[in-house]
């Protein structure tokens, strides 16, 4: 079969082996592999990955994986939304060229036993209300990264927090790949896009699309100078008057390293990070401070 | 300067920069790569890891690196022996094509937080007495392996948990390489090839060399079907009479998962695992239970 007949039409893996036969014949013929991993349930925000991954490589991989190592027992991974054939069907318009959609069985057979972590740059925000949560993330990118061995990976801005512990193993471990970091797509209200929206009730979403205007506001009187202490107090009452019915954290730390910030004005570039619940939905969010701008 | 002539000389790089500046090259022409890691104080049983990466790719990288990972506080950091310009002449004439030589800094720079870990492998025998060895061990080799990117990585089954643990990690990890384990190399009377063998007295050299026989004769008496309990306990009386210190533990555990075996006979392909200190000096070794030989 010619490469333009086999290129044409996206690809599906289920296997190691058949993602590394098809990834090895693009390397053969001189082209660079990108990569998007997901968990499916695919909106614009991910398909904003793949068009990014396209523009730093020939090809584009996106890997379509619930990671159950990454969940709690008392998590969401058996609700968390499955809908494969409308995933491959954007991933295809979106120009991917191959899904790679291993099983479980396939990522962790009988026997498996290693796992990745990382340090502190994994811990508070998120890291604190799921303890879990990146060590299972670094393990299943570091096991994915090394079955698809791209030149590039894009990862969403919208897990910040994920980002930087990407970043830190594959610069930790020596991996060979550049990771990307993609801003967040946000609805028409600046709603993060994120597939747990899928979960909220039309109160919940009214109520969900108000996170971004605190953030953003607290975001701008950082920048203004403002102290970071007053400003995350005024948020969380913020919050709270949104209706929102708990707040898991509301936090300013620096952009590199999650350094937390304050209680004075922020003393370099630095976001400010938000978890909150609304009905049975946990919504995170972040915001950049434009310092200097 | 003509490859021939880069080639017929080993060299020495102290950076990962330079490592894979020089491994690019290779793989530019078309070139294998097999890889020894080591921490230095060579003698003949890494030599022979050198000549058996010889046989699987057509260059080979050996590294000497003193793990600080893998030290606990109270063991030999500091004291292990170091010897770099009597290792790299000894590297050269065995056919090593390059010395990764680098420094702990450009292993672990500021801000390094990743760690590797391995599960059941890594439990009991050596991972019970050094509980951050394994740990330590695995981290550091998936750094080494994704700096050199070998084809093939050889380790010696003196540290057989070691190898077990390593491809463990390869496995679980999805890591593109061939792990292949080389046998022991001994001594005259037996004593496993070590470097800390370099810390005997000559009373304790005269004991250290009968841990082989206490070993060996334990496997054939396994093979020719004896319970594992009782052969135990004679195999510690009989270390007990041949004047060591101290046992860290003896123990037939079986060869693919180290489950342990007993107390009737072995049920699997199995082998002796021993640890002894003899003065300060502590001694590993292992002997298979040849079945159905």
Request: charged share 20%; net charge neutral.
């Amino acid at each position: 079969m010619p490469a333009a007949a086999v290129d044409s039409q996206m690809g599906v893996a289920r296997t190691v082996k058949a993602l590394r036969a098809r990834v090895d014949g693009w390397r053969s013929a001189g082209l660079t592999v990108g990569f998007v991993p997901t968990m499916g349930a695919l909106h614009d925000g991910h398909l904003s990955l793949v068009r990014r991954a396209n523009q730093y490589a020939q090809r584009t991989v996106a890997s379509i994986f619930v990671n159950p190592a990454q969940f709690a027992p008392t998590e969401d991974f058996s609700a968390y939304p499955r809908q494969e054939s409308a995933d491959l069907e954007m991933l295809q318009k979106a120009g991917c060229h191959l899904a790679f959609v291993p099983t479980a069985e396939e990522m962790y057979p009988e026997g498996f036993q290693t796992s990745v972590s990382v340090g502190a740059v994994s811990q508070g925000l998120c890291g604190a209300s799921r303890p879990h949560f990146f060590g299972g993330v670094a393990t299943v990118v570091a096991k994915l990264l090394n079955q698809v061995r791209p030149d590039a990976a894009v990862f969403g801005e919208k897990d910040y927090q994920q980002l930087l512990v990407i970043r830190r193993m594959v610069k930790d471990l020596n991996m060979s790949v550049d990771i990307i970091g993609a801003p967040i797509l946000r609805e028409a209200d600046g709603l993060a896009m994120s597939s747990r929206n899928a979960y909220l009730s039309a109160e919940g979403r009214a109520v969900a699309g108000r996170l971004n205007g605190v953030i953003s506001a607290m975001a701008e009187k950082l920048a203004g100078g403002a102290a970071v202490d007053a400003t995350v107090a005024d948020g969380k009452s913020a919050i709270e008057s949104a209706g929102f019915d708990r707040l898991d954290y509301l936090e300013v730390r620096s952009s590199d390293l999650l350094e937390p910030m304050g209680p004075g004005p922020v003393t370099k570039p630095s976001r400010v990070f938000v978890a909150a619940i609304t009905g049975k939905t946990r919504l995170i969010d972040n915001w950049p401070v434009e310092m200097g701008a």
